[in-house]
Every structure is written in C-alpha cells, then in structure tokens.
C-alpha cells in the first residue's frame, strides 16, 4: 500500500508539474503533564492566557515567539527587549501576587520563577502553575547551571507548544558555551555591591557561568549556595590580600533600586585599596549589566546575553 500511495504521488507531480512536500512540525499533546521545579501539573489544553510572575521566563516565552500569549506581568521597569508589553496589566510585584488582578484575567497556565516559588502552592490551587525556577545550589560538572537554565527553557516551550522554538533557543546557547569554553585565564571574583557594602559569591550562585563556562579560577571564600543575593560581606582589604586578576561586578541597587542618591557601584570600589589589585591595574574590573545578571537572569535570549558580555570583556582587554 505504502508503495502504491508513493507511485501515485509520483503520477501527480508528473501530471501537475512541481510537486512540493510539506513538512508539518509535531503538535504538542493535551492533556500533557508538566514536570517543573514545584511538581507535576496536568495542562488540559494548550495555553492561550498566561500570567507570568519572573522576569526570566517572560524572557524565554518573548525568545520562542509565545510573548502574545501573556495577559498579565509582575510590576517593575521592564528589560529593553520586553518593552512592547509595557502595557500588560500589572498583577503583583516580583515577590508577591495580586490574586485579585490575577483573577480578573482568567487565565489557564501562570508561571513563577525563583522570586515567587513560595507562592506556588497558593496559586496552583486556583490556576495551573508550573515553576520555572533555576536553582544554583548543588551545581556540579555533570548537573550544570547552564543544564539547568536549558532544562527550563525547554519545559516552557513544550508547555505553550513552542518546543521546536524552544530548541532553537537551547541550540544557540550550547553554541555559545562551546564557543566560549575555557576562555578566561587568571583568577575571578564576583562581587555585589548594596548600599555601599560589597559581598563576594561563589561559582555556587548568579555568576556560575562565569566559572563553570569560561573558566575562570574560583577565589571564593565559601562553596555554599547563596541565598538570594547574600553572599558573603567582605572588607577592601579582603578584596586587596586576595588581590584578584579580574573583578566581575554586580550593582544590585542599581537594578532594584529608583533611589537616584544610590551609590554606584564604581564610586564603592574607587578607593586605594581595589586600585592597588592586578585587576584594576591590567583593567580588568567588569561592571555587568545589572537588569541582566539580577533581574532577568536564565531567560533563553538573556542567558546569551550574559554569556556575551563575559566573552567581550575577555576577547577585548
């Protein structure tokens, strides 16, 4: 049969002239069950009105081209790519949700991040929720950060039924880390700066792919997972006795904060004692992007981002 169906499809590109083959993707299937960092949830159907409470999946949902379905985003100045939602009603803040807007907008899928894990619970009770958390704790070279931030972004996708999107994405990510692989050199610190107080973080944190991707040797005083963005609180003089070859530097207030009196994270390190390192010396203190390395974080384009930035501040010193 299978043979006479062929022969026949033969005949009538010979009697029609050009006979084009269609390639039809796969179509997701519901009822589909969802494993994500909070559980298992049953999707009865594909999604058409998501709520999105984290910055870094609304990331990926714009990167796999499901960005029309969102009704409904956390409150706050929004990452230049994601601009054109500016107009989206606000259903909470980055920590907590508006149940009420929440439900005022009906919808059948919400998705939490790391900010609003907590919240899980009491949302999935009154929607289908699925938790996009990328958890840095416990990384180890067979169980990545960069594994992790691909795992989600693919159970995204496959839950809005935008999983070959979401390989793409997957693929252009793996690209870059091959890429970049073993690119830095010398010894790394990752340091925040809050309300003019500095902490250093481990590769066990927000700036793995710092160390686990380029390379970079750890000079971290703990191996333990931060908590939020803890860390551990240093002095100047820390930082000029470890005297590091490179300086990566996260100013958190200028993510969170609309203080315009904040103090920036350049004039905290302009002292005597972090001009005295090897990395200010050679020029090698990198100030990264704080909406991308705080807020967004594991977004499928932002990931790259990140990754990019690394990669500049190395290939261009």
């Given at each position: 049969m299978k043979k006479m169906i062929q022969g026949l499809l033969?005949?009538?590109?010979?009697?029609?002239?050009?006979f084009t083959f269609?390639?039809?993707?796969?179509?997701?299937?519901?009822?589909?069950?969802?494993?994500?960092?909070?559980?298992?949830?049953t999707l009865e159907k594909e999604p058409e009105k998501i709520v999105v409470l984290d910055y870094g999946a609304f990331d990926t949902l714009d990167s796999i081209g499901a960005g029309d379905k969102v009704v409904g985003m956390i409150q706050g100045?929004?990452?230049?790519n994601l601009t054109q939602y500016s107009k989206l009603p606000v259903v909470g803040s980055a920590k907590e949700p508006d149940i009420e807007a929440i439900a005022r907008l009906e919808p059948d899928l919400v998705i939490v991040g790391n900010r609003?894990?907590?919240?899980?619970?009491?949302?999935?009770?009154?929607?289908?929720?699925?938790?996009?958390?990328?958890?840095?704790?416990?990384l180890s070279p067979e169980d990545t950060y960069t594994n992790r931030v691909t795992n989600s972004i693919q159970m995204i996708g496959e839950a809005v039924n935008h999983s070959?999107?979401?390989?793409?994405?997957?693929?252009?990510?793996?690209?870059?880390?091959?890429s970049y692989q073993n690119l830095g050199e010398g010894k790394a610190m990752a340091l925040m700066s809050s309300g003019g107080e500095i902490s250093m973080h481990s590769p066990q944190s927000r700036f793995a792919?710092?160390?686990?991707?380029f390379a970079f040797e750890d000079m971290a005083l703990s191996e333990e997972a931060d908590e939020g963005h803890k860390g551990d609180k240093i002095s100047f003089e820390t930082v000029q006795s470890l005297n590091p070859d490179?300086?990566?530097v996260l100013d958190r207030d200028q993510a969170t904060s609309n203080d315009e009196n904040a103090q920036p994270a350049s004039a905290v390190l302009d002292n005597d004692l972090v001009k005295s390192t090897t990395a200010y010396q050679e020029n090698q203190i990198i100030y990264l992007n704080p909406t991308e390395w705080y807020l967004i974080m594991n977004g499928a384009n932002n990931y790259q981002l990140i990754l990019d930035e690394v990669a500049d501040a190395i290939q261009n010193n």
């Amino acid at each position: 049969m299978k043979k006479m169906i062929q022969g026949l499809l033969v005949v009538l590109g010979v009697m029609y002239g050009a006979f084009t083959f269609v390639s039809v993707s796969a179509q997701t299937s519901y009822p589909m069950d969802v494993q994500h960092a909070s559980g298992i949830t049953t999707l009865e159907k594909e999604p058409e009105k998501i709520v999105v409470l984290d910055y870094g999946a609304f990331d990926t949902l714009d990167s796999i081209g499901a960005g029309d379905k969102v009704v409904g985003m956390i409150q706050g100045t929004l990452p230049e790519n994601l601009t054109q939602y500016s107009k989206l009603p606000v259903v909470g803040s980055a920590k907590e949700p508006d149940i009420e807007a929440i439900a005022r907008l009906e919808p059948d899928l919400v998705i939490v991040g790391n900010r609003q894990s907590s919240n899980y619970d009491a949302i999935s009770e009154l929607w289908p929720t699925i938790d996009a958390s990328v958890s840095w704790n416990e990384l180890s070279p067979e169980d990545t950060y960069t594994n992790r931030v691909t795992n989600s972004i693919q159970m995204i996708g496959e839950a809005v039924n935008h999983s070959e999107e979401g390989q793409t994405q997957i693929d252009a990510i793996n690209g870059k880390v091959e890429s970049y692989q073993n690119l830095g050199e010398g010894k790394a610190m990752a340091l925040m700066s809050s309300g003019g107080e500095i902490s250093m973080h481990s590769p066990q944190s927000r700036f793995a792919p710092i160390f686990e991707v380029f390379a970079f040797e750890d000079m971290a005083l703990s191996e333990e997972a931060d908590e939020g963005h803890k860390g551990d609180k240093i002095s100047f003089e820390t930082v000029q006795s470890l005297n590091p070859d490179w300086l990566f530097v996260l100013d958190r207030d200028q993510a969170t904060s609309n203080d315009e009196n904040a103090q920036p994270a350049s004039a905290v390190l302009d002292n005597d004692l972090v001009k005295s390192t090897t990395a200010y010396q050679e020029n090698q203190i990198i100030y990264l992007n704080p909406t991308e390395w705080y807020l967004i974080m594991n977004g499928a384009n932002n990931y790259q981002l990140i990754l990019d930035e690394v990669a500049d501040a190395i290939q261009n010193n």
